[in-house]
């Protein structure tokens, strides 16, 4: 009996820097008050402060209930040698309700291909700077800030935990809606994901609007006009081209109309590869049934045989023991 | 604080050098207690080796398996050579545990029939080149390339059951297990 307490004492010591360390692999894409940067990492009392510069941009003035999008810009990126470096947009930096959507905004999309406010990125070692961008839907009249914030471990795989902030908040001005502003529809939600080696037909509804030009880019190169088709009832449809490998491609519509024209941010359409996926439950019960079928199995063989042993061996084997 | 990919690097070679030296034990006492030349002396000798770094070996496998899921990216087991070496361990750690239940019923006299030390031998060593072909998945895992590559084995298929036909598997082996475990007392 002391003997296995000893044991399974040992084991839980062996383990405990495995289930007690952070998170060096990420807690995944979601929606997290900034509250989190510090518990994923333990108390947020432990946290240090992170070299890098984070800011937020984006329009000053942005019309009631229609897209925009804000840009958080980090510029000497600090992280560990995994690379990767949780990337928050918040409403405020009191720990609580603090996610956008808190303050009455609604993500549509991220430049990682989600609609959360917590994004995780990969940086690679030679990367200084990055941009990670939302497409979000303004709230009502009023005005409004919001602040970005990363946390990281470190590059020594010590796993200290790491934090930093926007200096300063991104005010902006949210008005009303000039009556015949051409606009694209309250209701629209671009597609934000597809898969590699897949044309996407993109579908837009308009209000206001009697002429439509599209431009798309892959991120970082020159930006193409797409062809547009006019369909009935103020809607347009225009096709993006096929990646061959995961990438990024960013759109935006110029809308012409009896109102000043107008631009839409760009929204961002990310290509993945087909994500392999299991059910791992089976896989876990599968592992489990193997467990045991290979167990009682080779027990079942051997024992099989032991009727064929001869009684001066059978004593021999009371003799030994065998192995404890 | 030891990271969990520091960790799973120890556990894993403990576990994987206790399974090497247990496979080369149990092939050494299969070739004593086959009569081979100058070996029949060190029976005893290769019987405790073979055994003990078998349990040894599994007591570090599951501290391999929990480091290795902590320090994998991602969230949980999402590629199939991942799903692999979780099977091909298990598949392991079944074996051995049956070896060492067999040679624990058994005792050493487990050496001394012609068919339970053949399989006592075979058991000992399918257990040992389970692992070590885990630890090849793991290399091809984290580095793209193993010892075992020029094998050109389909790493990427995963032998998936459905989960009524797990259930069942698992159903007849523990019956299997009540059985032998009466027969024996009785």
New interface residues.
């Given amino acids: 009996m002391k003997r296995w307490l000893v044991m399974g004492l040992a084991f839980m010591l062996l383990a405990v820097p495995s289930l007690g360390s952070a998170n060096p692999n990420g807690v995944g894409d979601g929606t997290f008050d900034t509250q989190c940067g510090g518990a994923c990492h333990g108390d947020a009392d432990m946290n240090q402060t992170s070299s890098t510069t984070v800011t937020v941009q984006g329009d000053d003035v942005v019309y009631e209930g229609l897209l925009t999008s804000i840009t958080v810009n980090l510029e000497g990126i600090e992280t560990t040698t995994s690379g990767l470096l949780g990337v928050f947009l918040l409403s405020d930096l009191s720990g609580t309700r603090d996610t956008p959507g808190d303050a009455g905004w609604n993500i549509i999309s991220n430049s990682e291909g989600g609609n959360e406010n917590y994004v995780e990125i990969k940086v690679s070692p030679s990367q200084d700077s990055r941009n990670v961008t939302w497409t979000m839907r303004a709230p009502a009249v009023g005005t409004y800030q919001l602040y970005a914030a990363i946390h990281h471990g470190t590059e020594d795989g010590s796993e200290a935990p790491f934090f930093g902030q926007s200096e300063a908040p991104l005010i902006i001005e949210i008005v009303e809606v000039p009556e015949n502003l051409p606009r694209l529809t309250s209701d629209f939600d671009p597609i934000t994901q597809r898969e590699v080696g897949e044309v996407t037909t993109m579908m837009i509804e308009t209000t206001f609007v009697s002429a439509v030009s599209v431009e798309w880019r892959v991120a970082g190169s020159d930006v193409q006009t797409a062809d547009i088709t006019a369909l009935e009832n103020n809607r347009w449809s225009f096709e993006v081209p096929a990646s061959i490998q995961p990438s990024l491609i960013e759109w935006r519509v110029h809308l012409e109309g009896e109102g000043p024209p107008q631009t839409t941010p760009w929204f961002q359409l990310r290509s993945e590869e087909v994500a392999w996926t299991i059910d791992e439950n089976v896989a876990y019960l599968q592992s489990l049934a193997l467990i045991l079928v290979m167990m009682a199995g080779f027990v079942a063989l051997q024992y099989r045989n032991d009727s064929s042993i001869s009684p001066s061996n059978k004593e021999l084997a009371d003799l030994e023991g065998g192995v404890e | ?8 690097v120890v ?1 894993t070679e403990m576990t994987v050098g206790s399974f090497a030296m247990a496979g080369t034990a149990f092939l050494l006492a299969g070739l004593a207690s086959h009569g081979v030349t100058r070996l029949e002396a060190y029976l005893k000798h290769f019987d ?1 080796i073979a ?2 770094a078998l ?1 040894f070996g599994l ?1 570090a496998m ?2 391999a398996i ?2 290795g899921i ?11 050579l991942l ?1 692999n070496k ?2 091909l361990s ?6 051995a ?14 050496w ?2 012609t ?2 030390k053949r ?2 031998m075979l ?1 000992g060593m399918v257990a040992s080149g389970l692992i070590l072909l885990t630890a090849s998945i793991g290399g091809t895992f984290s580095r793209g390339e193993s010892l075992l590559d020029f094998f050109h084995l389909p790493y990427d298929m ?1 032998p ?4 009524w036909l ?2 069942l ?2 159903i ?3 019956l ?2 009540v059985a ?1 475990r009466r ?2 007392n009785a």
Avoid: C, K, Y
């Fill in positions: 604080m030891v990271s969990s990919g520091t960790l799973h556990a405790h055994h003990f349990a007591l599951p501290l929990f480091s902590q320090s994998s990216p991602g969230d949980g087991i999402d590629h199939p799903i979780l099977f298990s598949a392991s750690l079944g074996l545990l049956g070896v060492l239940l067999a040679r624990r019923s058994r005792g050493v006299a487990i001394e029939h068919m339970s399989w006592q058991g995963v998936l059951m459905p989960m797990s259930l598997v698992i007849g082996a523990v299997n297990l032998v027969s024996s």
